[in-house]
């Protein structure tokens, strides 16, 4: 059986969306006799924004998970500010407009670069090399963000020229659409893109998850070595939605929306635009609502039209997703709005329940949406097409979208096997 090691500071009980892209991943390598391995932070010594402890569940008997310590400074600001307040990326869960917001991001942006997670490298890089040499492994895996952890990779590849590395981007690295509220200064900007360029230079493959990011990156190196940026989606697990049934409201219109909600998502236009409904509405955020959200929904006087849960473990995040009319995936309002996507979207496309997609109409978010015949997307202007699709899904509860195995994870793990076996031509 073939062997990789996939390198990941997001491992369970991490919570969130990044972690499952290879929690999955390695759920389905053995289907293709491949076995993983993976090398991840102790949790006791981590900084994570979010905990769920229910992704334990889903790690494979197959896969060998190895933890190492860390040194993380973002414990530090946890135990000063309280653990619910260790920054999301971007500091999307702090407010943005005061002194501290300010000199915590600078700090960031400028005295850890690429990340403030790299304290986790000097533990991590023996343990890989000791994991590649006993294991006989000739491939690894780094994914980012963190985007320090290529680094492990860099290190591997330069003492082992043999040793295959498949450099995966969840995100994108200085074109992320945050990156600016890090404040880096341009020294910091220099070294930020000089790092990232080295990864992506010094990889044997690099991985994308939307067709953007696979342009992006691609456009940052030469013609030959842009070849070598593959696109590998996100995906849903079809085994998550078993043995859950779709049910919704008839009194009123039911809409979901889990995940971050910051303050450069620009909510208020779809607010305003709920507000104009001649029925009645409700929506429920399963994940961390930025402060100056929270500020404008009491201003606009919707509270009693919202609920607002907080992180939720990813199984009660899966049973809301069925229990609604439709749900709100809204772009970031950046320039950048177009490039890239959530991984989260997946899922949503898995529900099966319609997806209203606020934000640009052209994008990789609003194409997968259209692939899959999952939903509609809207201009932030749109206020008639919103209000039109809203009341075709309150009016029409056997929507059913065209998706298929194309994005289902057992699927996309093949793809990942292809591309393994590139590496024997």
């Known amino acids: 059986m073939k062997k990789v090691l996939i390198i990941s500071y997001y491992w369970p009980p991490s919570g969130g969306a990044g972690v499952q892209r290879w929690l999955k991943m390695a759920k389905y390598l053995p289907d293709y006799g491949v076995k993983p391995f993976v090398l991840t932070v102790d949790e006791s010594f981590a900084s994570y924004p979010l905990i769920d402890r229910s992704f334990l569940d889903e790690v494979s008997d197959e896969t060998e998970v190895y933890r190492t310590k860390s040194f993380e400074p973002l414990r530090i600001y946890g135990k000063i500010f309280g653990k619910k307040k260790v920054p999301y990326s971007g500091f999307t869960n702090v407010k943005t407009d005061n002194l501290l917001s300010k000199m915590s991001r600078w700090v960031r942006g400028n005295m850890f670069i690429p990340d403030a997670r790299k304290g986790w490298n000097k533990f991590a890089l023996p343990k890989a090399r000791e994991i590649v040499a006993r294991e006989d492994i000739e491939t690894i895996i780094t994914t980012g963000p963190p985007h320090s952890t290529h680094f492990i990779g860099l290190a591997l590849k330069k003492s082992n020229q043999s040793l295959h590395w498949i450099a995966d981007f969840r995100d994108p690295w200085t074109d992320i659409y945050y990156y600016d509220n890090l404040l880096p200064s ?15 230079e010094s990889s044997d493959r690099v991985l994308a998850v939307c067709p953007s990011n696979q342009r992006l990156f691609a456009g940052k190196l030469n013609k030959e070595n842009g070849e070598k940026v593959k696109l590998l989606t ?135 949406i259209k692939m899959a015949g999952a939903g509609e997307s809207f201009e932030r202007s749109d206020s008639e097409g919103v209000l039109q699709f809203l009341r075709f899904c309150f009016e029409n509860r056997d929507f059913s979208n065209s998706a298929t195995n194309q994005f289902s994870r057992k699927n996309i793990t093949g793809k990942l096997v292809d591309l393994l076996q590139e590496f024997e031509q």
């Open 186 to 200: 341009k020294n910091s900007r220099k070294k930020d893109a000089e790092m990232e360029r080295l990864v992506l």
């Open 234 to 368: 996100n995906g849903f697990d079809n085994d998550d939605f078993k043995g859950i049934k779709r049910s919704v409201s008839n009194d009123r219109l039911e809409l979901v929306y889990t995940g971050t909600l910051a303050e450069i998502y620009d909510v208020k236009p779809i607010f305003i635009i709920l507000q104009e409904l001649d029925t009645p509405w409700h929506l429920t955020v399963a994940g961390n609502v930025a402060p100056e959200i929270c500020e404008l929904i009491r201003e606009l006087k919707i509270d009693q039209h919202m609920t607002f849960l907080g992180h939720v473990a990813h199984k009660e995040s899966l049973q809301l997703l069925k229990k609604c009319h439709a749900l709100l995936h809204i772009l970031p309002n950046t320039s950048q709005a177009i490039l890239g996507t959530t991984g989260k979207l997946f899922e949503y496309i898995g529900s099966g329940t319609p997806i209203l997609n606020f934000g640009p109409t052209e994008g990789d978010s609003a194409s997968f």
